[in-house]
Protein backbone atom coordinates (compact mmCIF):
# COMPACT_ATOMS: atom_id res chain seq x y z
CA UNK A 1 0.00 0.00 0.00
CA UNK A 2 1.63 3.31 -1.29
CA UNK A 3 -0.99 5.70 0.84
CA UNK A 4 -2.44 4.99 4.04
CA UNK A 5 -5.58 6.23 5.02
CA UNK A 6 -7.15 6.92 8.48
CA UNK A 7 -8.97 8.45 10.72
CA UNK A 8 -12.42 8.09 9.70
CA UNK A 9 -15.56 7.24 11.80
CA UNK A 10 -19.68 7.39 12.58
CA UNK A 11 -19.79 10.67 14.38
CA UNK A 12 -23.42 13.11 14.66
CA UNK A 13 -23.87 15.77 12.58
CA UNK A 14 -22.08 19.00 13.66
CA UNK A 15 -19.40 16.88 14.61
CA UNK A 16 -15.72 16.82 13.71
CA UNK A 17 -13.24 14.40 12.54
CA UNK A 18 -9.51 14.86 11.08
CA UNK A 19 -8.28 12.42 8.76
CA UNK A 20 -4.76 11.66 7.82
CA UNK A 21 -3.19 10.15 5.28
CA UNK A 22 0.50 8.66 5.29
CA UNK A 23 3.28 6.72 2.98
CA UNK A 24 6.49 5.65 3.40
CA UNK A 25 6.91 5.66 0.05
CA UNK A 26 7.03 9.02 -1.28
CA UNK A 27 8.14 12.47 -0.03
CA UNK A 28 4.26 14.83 0.15
CA UNK A 29 6.05 18.13 0.25
CA UNK A 30 7.25 17.23 -3.44
CA UNK A 31 3.54 16.38 -4.43
CA UNK A 32 0.19 17.29 -5.15
CA UNK A 33 -1.65 15.67 -2.69
CA UNK A 34 -5.96 15.07 -2.95
CA UNK A 35 -8.82 13.70 -0.84
CA UNK A 36 -11.46 13.07 -2.89
CA UNK A 37 -15.19 10.86 -1.38
CA UNK A 38 -17.47 8.35 -2.73
CA UNK A 39 -20.80 8.22 -1.85
CA UNK A 40 -22.44 4.72 -2.71
CA UNK A 41 -24.03 4.92 -6.31
CA UNK A 42 -22.15 8.22 -6.59
CA UNK A 43 -19.09 9.17 -8.94
CA UNK A 44 -16.03 9.92 -6.93
CA UNK A 45 -15.66 13.06 -6.14
CA UNK A 46 -13.02 16.06 -5.59
CA UNK A 47 -13.22 17.31 -1.75
CA UNK A 48 -9.68 19.52 -1.38
CA UNK A 49 -5.97 19.72 -2.54
CA UNK A 50 -2.90 20.87 -1.68
CA UNK A 51 0.36 21.52 -3.37
CA UNK A 52 3.25 23.47 -1.61
CA UNK A 53 1.00 26.68 -0.48
CA UNK A 54 -1.39 26.25 -2.63
CA UNK A 55 -4.86 24.79 -1.54
CA UNK A 56 -8.11 24.08 -3.17
CA UNK A 57 -11.73 23.00 -1.67
CA UNK A 58 -14.73 21.63 -3.02
CA UNK A 59 -17.45 24.22 -2.89
CA UNK A 60 -19.43 21.93 -0.79
CA UNK A 61 -16.57 22.00 1.94
CA UNK A 62 -15.24 25.01 2.22
CA UNK A 63 -14.97 27.00 5.61
CA UNK A 64 -15.77 23.40 7.15
CA UNK A 65 -12.71 21.64 6.01
CA UNK A 66 -9.07 22.09 6.23
CA UNK A 67 -6.24 19.90 4.49
CA UNK A 68 -2.60 20.58 5.45
CA UNK A 69 0.74 19.31 5.83
CA UNK A 70 2.97 18.06 8.49
CA UNK A 71 6.46 17.93 6.50
CA UNK A 72 8.20 16.40 9.31
CA UNK A 73 5.72 13.43 9.88
CA UNK A 74 5.07 13.47 6.06
CA UNK A 75 1.22 13.65 6.36
CA UNK A 76 -1.61 15.16 5.29
CA UNK A 77 -4.78 15.82 6.83
CA UNK A 78 -7.92 16.84 6.48
CA UNK A 79 -9.69 18.18 8.99
CA UNK A 80 -13.67 18.35 8.59
CA UNK A 81 -15.93 20.36 10.65
CA UNK A 82 -19.40 20.98 11.29
CA UNK A 83 -19.85 17.40 9.20
CA UNK A 84 -23.42 17.09 7.72
CA UNK A 85 -24.78 14.08 6.86
CA UNK A 86 -24.37 14.44 3.43
CA UNK A 87 -20.71 14.25 3.67
CA UNK A 88 -20.87 10.82 4.09
CA UNK A 89 -18.87 8.51 1.99
CA UNK A 90 -15.85 6.60 1.68
CA UNK A 91 -12.72 9.00 1.96
CA UNK A 92 -9.54 8.29 -0.48
CA UNK A 93 -5.87 10.40 -0.70
CA UNK A 94 -4.53 10.37 -3.70
CA UNK A 95 -0.98 11.88 -4.66
CA UNK A 96 0.99 12.82 -7.53
CA UNK A 97 4.05 13.92 -8.01
CA UNK A 98 3.81 14.79 -11.42
CA UNK A 99 4.29 18.74 -12.52
CA UNK A 100 0.70 20.22 -13.92
CA UNK A 101 -0.91 23.03 -13.33
CA UNK A 102 -2.47 23.89 -9.95
CA UNK A 103 -5.60 24.55 -11.55
CA UNK A 104 -6.16 20.76 -12.07
CA UNK A 105 -5.78 20.09 -8.64
CA UNK A 106 -9.51 18.97 -8.48
CA UNK A 107 -9.20 15.96 -11.39
CA UNK A 108 -8.88 12.87 -9.80
CA UNK A 109 -7.64 11.62 -12.74
CA UNK A 110 -4.33 13.99 -12.63
CA UNK A 111 -3.52 11.59 -9.68
CA UNK A 112 -1.26 8.12 -10.48
CA UNK A 113 -1.47 6.96 -6.40
CA UNK A 114 -4.03 6.07 -4.02
CA UNK A 115 -5.10 5.02 -1.04
CA UNK A 116 -7.56 2.37 0.73
CA UNK A 117 -10.22 4.75 1.64
CA UNK A 118 -11.58 5.20 5.33
CA UNK A 119 -15.06 5.40 6.05
CA UNK A 120 -16.71 8.72 6.98
CA UNK A 121 -20.55 8.51 8.10
CA UNK A 122 -22.54 11.35 9.70
CA UNK A 123 -25.82 10.83 11.23
CA UNK A 124 -28.71 13.08 11.33
Known amino acids: VQLQASGGGLVQAGTSLRLSCSTS????????VGWFRQAPEKEREFVAA??????RYADSVNRRFTISRDNAKNTVSLQMNSLKPEDTAVYYC????????????????????WGQGTQVTVSS
Open 94 to 113: AASSARWNSGSLHEKSRYEY
Open 50 to 55: IRGRNT
Open 25 to 32: EFTFSDMS
